[in-house]
Structure formats: structure tokens, C-alpha cells
């Protein structure tokens, strides 16, 4: 079981910059990953990014390519999500996901068992 807790968030201007932190507690193994999905509203929810502990593999989706980093500090076992030059379409809630996806599924909502509690972001114009 893993427990995930999410902060940051809040309100920005487009082209301002926000950081999502996001903490894990309990037992990983092998293929751990963490990432972010987000959900707009009257919007599917969507994958953002995610990065492999073993190896720091990410990936984004190319709607945040050059835009949005994924990182990582090992040992609070926590990610980070730094998003920058942001736009109002990234208004959303933000949740962070971990598990243990097989390497094909890491931007899969199914690849993910735990979710943390979400946390709104909202762009102004």
C-alpha cells in the first residue's frame, strides 16, 4: 500500500509558473513510478507525466512538452511537477499517481493503484 500526499496548487496568470509536490509513504519494489494526471472540467481526465524511479525515465504529454518537469527527490521519496509558461487550457485538477506500470502502460490510468487527493489549478488570463 502506498499513501500519496499532494500540495501546492492555487492560482496563476498565464505564462506564470506553479510547482506540485507530491509525497509517497509506504513499499515500492521494482518499476516503481510516480506521475501526475489532470482533469479539466466537463474534460476526461488526461496524462500529464511520469518518471520511473529506476532510471528517472519520464515521459509528458506533448500538450506540457517544454513547459512542464517531473523530478524527484529519492530520499523523501517525493516528485515534483514544475510547470512553466502556463497556459489557461492547463486549468485543471491535479492528481498524483503512483504503482508499479509495466513499461508500455506508464501513462495509463489503470497502470496507476494509488491516487493522491487532488489539488486544483486554476490559470487566469
Known amino acids: 500500500q502506498v499513501q500519496l500526499v499532494q500540495s501546492g496548487g492555487g492560482l496563476v496568470q498565464a505564462g506564470g509558473s506553479l510547482r506540485l509536490s507530491c509525497s509517497a509513504a509506504g513499499r515500492t519494489s521494482r518499476n516503481f513510478a510516480m506521475g501526475w494526471f489532470r482533469q479539466a472540467p466537463w474534460k476526461e481526465r488526461e496524462f500529464v507525466t511520469f518518471?520511473?524511479?529506476?532510471?528517472?525515465?519520464?515521459n509528458y504529454a506533448d500538450s506540457v512538452k517544454g513547459r512542464f518537469t517531473i523530478s524527484r527527490d529519492n530520499a523523501k521519496k517525493t516528485v515534483y511537477l514544475q510547470m512553466n509558461s502556463m497556459k489557461r487550457e492547463d486549468t485543471a485538477v491535479y492528481y498524483c499517481?503512483?504503482?508499479?506500470?509495466?513499461?508500455?502502460?506508464?501513462?495509463?490510468?489503470?497502470?496507476?493503484?494509488?491516487w493522491g487527493q487532488g489539488t486544483q489549478v486554476t490559470v487566469s488570463s
Open positions: 518518471l520511473r524511479w529506476s532510471g528517472g525515465i519520464t
Open positions: 499517481v503512483a504503482g508499479h506500470p509495466e513499461y508500455e502502460w506508464g501513462n495509463k490510468e489503470f497502470a496507476y493503484p494509488y
